[in-house]
């Protein structure tokens, strides 16, 4: 798609400044009311998945002490997949989000967890937490439009080097989580140049990806195949496959997330001076989510809710399906679509933007119209609107805005 | 051995290896909590009744305990409604049981939420955190020819430590101890028989019926006791009256003074933030985020998003009360936590301390 700013028509022209910082009084109204119930049942349910998850791990690689038997490669390596999609998912995006800091416990905690992946946990936090969430779909400042690797809006400058860019993304869905470790350094932009190159910082920061991925691959494809003695083959090929895997699984998950059909993206400029309200619809436009059962939820980390973690990425994420109708009808009376769809179909649709973007624009596309520039100015993201005034007590209140009154 | 003990740090290398990105000990916890040295925990053996809003606590440390002074007391970690939350209590155990049990007991505090919990919920097989006993307020060596205690309420948590150590090596004690009613008394039925038996000599006073003890009614009542050392315990309005009147009697150095809570000044107009790693004060109106302060003092503090959802910021937040700005929330932290606050949406809400 065209930046929201470029488009002919723009799917909120028909919002005010005022309705917009009301959709934001209202959002905080939700949000207060989930994080002031936080309480004994999330944190047994976070406790409950971790243990589930350790245990399935410990259970998988058990049986792949006998990976020789098809059976057990199989089970084993089945069972070790879900265990490593549940902890990359459901445990260590949500816990490195700080969704469970408010329980204190230091074992659980944002600022200590650590996870199996090749990239470390504060450098994805930084990448992830901070950039991304903060500057989500401004194209220029969120580089997960693409990863860098590829184009996926319109309004990314085209080179031929995008001609290659399913192929791109289909290696990088096998490897996604090298992927990361590399997205994480910014190695595109750190190799550039000699300086970069020598930068003590980046030194630090790929010193502490080699000793990430040393221990990952010493524990996948050494320690755990040597325990299986004369089966360790078989160990090693169960381990890659449920690296594979879950690499897959996650990829596909997070594509799903900012790059299928209705998502918009925003120009760097109409973020200047950016009010708490317009930072919500930058997130209620710019994520989708996928629909289906809770076990699916579960497997993508709740990030098939994902207009309700952009909108409170640090909510603990058990909370998402139950806020889910409040924030669909809040679409829906602002007269605002709410992207959602099964996984295939969003996949489906992601994938055709990879190939479709791989060529230069043409027709409508191809016509790039002027932006009006903010001028620079602070935002004031953290701060909240004050509630307008209660109108004046005879008059009836009125009635919920519908999608068609907003629209006309 | 020393092969042995190589063999044994290499064989936990591999199980190291094995469980990398966690470590061991969070499979062990699992099976046994009490085993692991690095994270203090206790469970509990078993919850007597004290009083009608009291209870003791015996509890059994695990690995990386310490064996504590009378008088000490023990920050004790509970998890409320999910969340964990820390608090101190005086052990009132003798330091040397063969079981290696200590005890606690906790009173009810109105509103206290550690307290509430555990008078009403504390179970047999509860896992509590723990950290190391802690305190200067102890009976010193030798012991003294002469011996005053003057408590109120839960006060007489840490004297009956003491007691309960010692009361044998001392030979003149005198506990005068104050309770809302004689059913309120914590530890009542124990200090009246000691009582009995010519051990101490103790005055109890009843505050319901006959007001609060003022120093003037404890020097009517224990006429030697600026010659007594002494050591106090209660509400800090009495401690306050009792420095008083020990300083004017030029005895100053014969009183020692425990005081549990610190009054903590909370409101919403701000108030001092003091940056201990760069040794900043700044005075704070609570408008701002304290990393608005922080920077404006020119204090190098970690920074993210600024707006309170990426966690890039948090810094321990010591002593004192911030608040969120988006919300309202408070977050108080006592004397011993390091509660970590995320600095971009948080302002002082009284006198605080951060680490940074």
């Known amino acids: 798609m065209t930046t929201i700013q470029r488009k002919k028509i723009s799917p909120i022209a028909h919002l005010t400044p005022e309705d917009i910082e009301q959709i934001g009084i209202e959002l905080d109204a939700i949000r207060d009311e989930v994080m002031n119930s936080r309480g004994e049942k999330d944190a047994a349910y976070i406790r409950r998945v971790i243990a589930w998850q350790r245990g399935l791990e410990i259970g998988s690689r058990g049986i792949l002490l006998f990976s020789l038997f098809p059976p057990a490669w199989l089970v084993g390596t089945a069972g070790l997949s879900i265990a490593k999609i549940l902890e990359n998912m459901e445990i260590g995006h949500n816990i490195l989000h700080g969704q469970w800091d408010w329980m204190r416990d230091p074992k659980i905690h944002s600022s200590k967890w650590e996870w199996d992946h090749v990239t470390p946990a504060d450098q994805w936090k930084h990448s992830h937490n901070e950039l991304h969430h903060t500057y989500t779909n401004v194209i220029g400042k969120d580089n997960d439009l693409g990863y860098g690797i590829m184009r996926v809006d319109e309004d990314q400058k085209w080179h031929p080097a995008h001609l290659g860019q399913p192929f791109y993304n289909m290696v990088n869905a096998l490897f996604f989580e090298y992927g990361i470790a590399a997205y994480d350094l910014e190695l595109g932009r750190n190799l550039q140049t000699k300086e970069r190159r020598r930068d003590p910082k980046f030194r630090a920061a790929l010193k502490g990806v080699r000793k990430k991925i040393g221990k990952q691959v010493l524990k996948d494809y050494i320690v755990f195949p040597a325990l299986s003695g004369p089966f360790f083959l078989h160990t090693i090929a169960a381990n890659f496959t449920a690296n594979i895997i879950r690499n897959v699984w996650s990829h596909s998950v997070i594509m799903c997330g900012h790059f299928p059909n209705g998502v918009e993206t925003f120009e760097k400029t109409s973020i200047e001076g950016e009010t708490r309200g317009e930072w919500y619809l930058r997130q209620m436009l710019g994520s989708a989510n996928i629909s289906g059962s809770r076990a699916m939820h579960i497997m993508t980390g709740n990030l098939s809710h994902q207009i309700e973690h952009h909108l409170f990425p640090d909510m603990p994420s058990n909370r998402y399906r139950t806020i889910a109708p409040k924030i669909q009808d809040l679409f829906q009376r602002y007269g605002l679509s709410y992207t959602s769809g099964p996984l295939p179909k969003q996949v489906a649709s992601a994938w055709f933007k990879v190939f479709r973007l791989a060529l230069p624009n043409r027709g409508e596309a191809a016509i790039r119209r002027p932006i009006e520039k903010k001028a620079p100015a602070p935002s004031t993201r953290w701060r909240r609107a004050e509630a307008p005034a209660p109108a004046p007590a005879p008059a009836p209140a009125p009635a919920p805005a519908t999608a068609t009154d907003l629209a006309a | ?356």
């Open chain 2, 1 to 356: 051995m020393a092969v042995i003990r190589n063999l044994r740090t290499g064989a936990w290398r591999v199980v190291e290896l094995i469980t990398t990105p966690v470590v061991p000990a969070d499979y062990l916890d699992v099976i046994a909590p009490l085993r692991n040295a690095s994270v203090l925990r206790a469970k509990i053996d078993a919850v007597h009744a004290e009083t009608a809003n009291s209870v003791t606590l015996v509890l059994r440390p695990g690995r990386g305990w310490v064996r504590h002074e009378p008088g000490q007391y023990v920050r004790v970690g509970v998890d409320v409604n999910g969340v964990r939350l820390w608090r101190s209590y005086s052990i009132t155990s003798p330091p040397w049981r063969s079981d290696g049990r200590i005890t606690i007991t906790v009173n009810a505090v109105p509103d206290g939420a550690v307290s509430t919990e555990l008078v009403r919920n504390a179970k047999r097989g509860m896992i509590l955190h723990l950290d190391p006993p802690t305190g200067e307020f102890l009976l010193h060596a030798p012991r003294p020819p002469k011996a005053l205690f003057v408590t109120a309420g839960s006060g007489i948590t840490p004297v009956m430590g003491m007691l309960r150590s010692a009361l044998h090596e001392l030979a003149d004690v005198v506990v005068v101890h104050s309770a809302r009613t004689q059913e309120a008394v914590v530890f009542g039925s124990e200090l009246r028989v000691l009582a009995a038996e010519g051990r101490i000599r103790l005055i109890e006073r009843h505050t319901r019926a006959d007001g609060r003890l003022k120093p003037a009614d404890v020097a009517e009542l224990v006429p030697d006791l600026l010659e007594r050392e002494t050591w106090a315990c209660g509400p800090n309005e009495m401690l306050d009256d009792l420095e008083a009147h020990w300083a004017d009697g030029g005895a100053a150095e014969r009183l020692r003074t425990e005081r549990f809570r610190p009054t903590l000044l909370t409101g919403g107009g701000g108030g001092t933030v003091t940056f201990t790693e760069s040794g900043t004060v700044v005075e704070t109106d609570g408008s701002e985020p304290l990393l608005d302060s922080g920077e404006a003092a020119g204090v190098l503090m970690p920074s993210g998003c600024r707006m309170g959802i990426c966690f890039s910021c948090v810094l321990p937040l010591r002593e004192g009360a911030v608040r969120d700005l988006r919300d309202g929330r408070l977050t108080i932290a006592e004397p011993g936590d390091r509660i970590l606050v995320q600095t971009c949406i948080s302002a002082a809400a009284g006198p605080c301390t951060i680490e940074g």
